[in-house]
């Protein structure tokens, strides 16, 4: 419960501080024109006001509201209220974790093999690594959604990056 | 109306190879639809080259079918996988995506498909009977009345933030903020650009949509664990009485305001999807917890935005003035054969415009023919293993991110979007208002400028424009309305139990998690 109410504060107060941050900039840009007209900080300005109006009212009500459910990843209640198998906290973000750097460097490599390799990638490596699957599932899944997303990137003509192996047939 | 034109309109457009073009572009619509990134202007701009060997009614017929194609294909997305393929599917990704969840994908699709038969049959009609005259009111439709109307449709924000509003404005607060990024468009001014190139071009919306919807999911999923395959029956796919029963009202009235919408230059399908989620929440009066998977919060939208969609070709065709993104390309398409759309054209290219209006009829059917007995097939798709789903997800999600601008920025910023959406998430702020918020803010801050100059820089304009005078009165009930209504009801609870009663006890009345009102 502390903890939560520890993340909640923070959260809103970095977004109270982005809000705040926007305001002066929208201020520093000029909230009107040498001509009269509406400046380009006006809308910055309002932005940032509501996002720190809003974000401060959070933080001052944090710890006044009764408990609210989902504050921890193991405890979420699920949006779709379906029935799932209890998750461990330490297997969920360890799973969550590998995702994002799969992730990250699958894109980070579409430049350099193209993007079509790269994807092909993310699919295999989150298949075995994140779900553990049977390395045949993994490639056969791996090989159908590549097959996918070739024919889109083919008959749509998107220039994606085609790498050293030009799969794509983009740039 | 003349009807012999529009029995010769159909007469053409009926013709074998029109139907056969017709049926062509609604199928490409529905499929580039579905790829969230590749919209309906992205569609038709890629085939428009294609079209030039063909007659310009033939031409024009291929081109419409895939833009009312793509509004129908974006809801498959948005309902399967709550990834919106278009901004006006956005908050059909709601409950959409919470009936699909609960093995109801097919009733859900289904609802969508006929919700957007009946708003395209209407509106149509509306738009051969309509649409000279109603093309005046557009032409009084200047930016004071964008501004108002714009203003009116980020105050549906309250829709998206499920009781907890400080949040919800919050969170509007940061898209406004993030559609700020960029040069300023007024005065070429860059903002928010910390001398970054990439910056300079500002943050795209469907990159956000992707990295929000997407990405932010599956991460939770893996949180929660992965939701287990939906195990319903075939039959189960199939649409019941009592959706269609539920789905009629906010059917029948989101055809007519969507059209209207849709016909104003500026206001366009999506902020006609969001208006029709805010009005027909506040018209509901069920059992069932608005967004968690009510029928009148998926037929109301999708309603709302196919007659949009179509009466966006009034302005169009009546005034030469485009009322979308993808109607301006039709406009370009009508220029390339020739033509010159605006007042004259119902009477010089009579047969051409009858056979085109004829045509959005044929596709409608088409559409609903195509995608209502595939819609348990598309529904099915649930029933594959999550861990098998997601990463297709992922990666299509990149691609739509990446096909945007064709830049691999685009991908990195659906990707940090994703893990900001998921904190967001985890600590209860609703993450709809930072779409709105970022769609609706640079269409506000434009028309805000442009008011504001009309005036000779002052917003005196405001009094001297009896149609904004009533949005902006509306936005003032909208926004005092609900606090009266619950002083009322207080007052009326303190009468009725004294004794029973503190000061206290109304606030404490719903406690609110990071999933809605506990």
């Known amino acids: ?171 | 109306m003349d009807f012999s034109t529009l029995l010769g309109g159909f007469q053409e457009a009926l013709s074998l190879h029109n139907v056969l073009y017709c049926g062509l572009g609604v199928l490409i619509g529905t499929i580039v639809g579905m790829l969230p990134g590749l919209g309906a202007s992205s569609g038709m701009a890629l085939l428009l080259p294609l079209t030039l060997g063909l007659s310009p009614t033939t031409a024009l017929i291929l081109l419409a079918g895939i833009y009312y194609g793509t509004q129908y294909g974006g809801t498959i997305s948005s309902v399967l996988v709550a990834i919106p393929g278009e901004a006006s599917t956005v908050v059909s990704a709601v409950d959409g995506h919470q009936l699909a969840l609960k093995g109801r994908a097919g009733p859900a699709l289904a609802i969508a498909a006929i919700a957007s038969f009946v708003a395209g049959t209407i509106s149509i009609v509306l738009l051969m009977v309509a649409a000279p005259l109603v093309s005046r009111i557009a032409l009084k439709f200047g930016p004071p009345e964008t501004f108002a109307l714009l203003l009116f449709g980020m105050l549906s924000i309250s829709s998206f933030s499920s009781g907890r509003m400080a949040k919800g404005i919050a969170m509007g607060g940061l898209g406004l903020l993030l559609g700020t990024v960029g040069i300023d468009a007024q005065s070429g001014v860059a903002r928010f650009s910390f001398d970054s190139t990439q910056l300079l071009g500002g943050i795209g919306f469907i990159e956000v949509l992707i990295g929000l919807f997407a990405v932010s999911e599956i991460i939770k999923s893996l949180g929660q664990g992965a939701p287990p395959p939906i195990r319903t029956r075939f039959r189960d796919m199939m649409i019941t009485r009592t959706d269609l029963r539920e789905m009629t009202g906010p059917t029948l009235r989101q055809s007519g305001q969507g059209f209207l919408l849709g016909m104003l230059p500026g206001a366009g399908a999506s902020v006609a999807s969001f208006l029709a989620y805010d009005v027909e929440r506040r018209i509901y009066k069920g059992p069932k917890k608005w967004g968690t998977g009510v029928v009148a919060a998926l037929a109301g939208p999708e309603a709302a935005n196919n007659a949009a969609a179509n009466g966006a070709f009034a302005p169009t065709l009546a005034l030469g003035i485009p009322g979308s993104g993808a109607t301006a390309i039709l406009l370009g398409a009508f220029l390339l054969f020739g033509i010159q759309p605006g007042p004259l054209v119902m009477v010089e290219q009579s047969d051409l415009v009858w056979a085109l209006l004829a045509s959005f009829y044929i596709g409608n059917v088409l559409l609903l023919i195509l995608n209502l007995p595939l819609a348990p097939v598309f529904g099915s798709l649930l029933r594959v293993r999550y861990a098998y789903l997601y990463p297709a997800i992922v990666v299509f999600g990149f691609l739509g991110a990446y096909a945007v601008e064709n830049r691999m920025w685009g991908i990195w910023v659906a990707f940090v979007a994703g893990i900001v959406g998921y904190g967001l998430d985890r600590l209860g702020y609703p993450l709809l208002p930072i779409v709105m918020g970022l769609i609706l803010g640079p269409m506000m801050e434009e028309a805000f400028v442009q008011t504001h100059a009309m005036g000779g820089e002052s917003f005196a304009v405001f009094l001297h424009r009896p149609i904004a005078l009533v949005i902006l009165a509306l936005c003032v009930v909208a926004i005092v309305m609900p606090g009266l209504l619950r002083m009322r009801r207080r007052l009326i609870a303190r009468r009725a139990a004294p004794d029973d009663t503190t000061d206290d006890e109304p606030r404490m009345s719903a406690p609110v998690g990071p999933h809605g009102p506990a």
């Open chain 1, 1 to 171: 419960m502390a903890a939560a109410e520890h993340w909640e504060r923070a959260g809103a107060a970095t977004l109270f501080a982005i809000g705040v941050g926007a305001a002066i900039g929208g201020v520093r840009y000029g909230l009107s024109q040498d001509t009269g007209a509406v400046g380009p900080g006006f809308m910055p300005l309002l932005a940032g006001m509501l996002l720190a109006g809003g974000s401060l009212t959070v933080l001052l009500r944090v710890g006044r509201q009764a408990p609210s459910p989902g504050n921890t990843p193991a405890e979420a209640v699920p949006a779709d209220g379906a029935e799932r198998p209890p998750v461990d906290r330490r297997v969920a973000i360890r799973q969550i974790v590998l995702a994002l750097v799969i992730m990250g460097i699958g894109a980070g490599l579409m430049s350099l093999v193209g993007f079509i390799i790269a994807a092909a990638g993310i699919v295999f490596c989150t298949l075995v690594v994140v779900e553990r699957l049977a390395l045949w599932r993994a490639v056969t899944a791996t090989v159908v959604i590549t097959a996918m997303l070739w024919l889109v990137v083919h008959f749509l003509l998107i220039p994606v990056p085609a790498g050293p192996f030009f799969l794509a047939g983009g740039r």
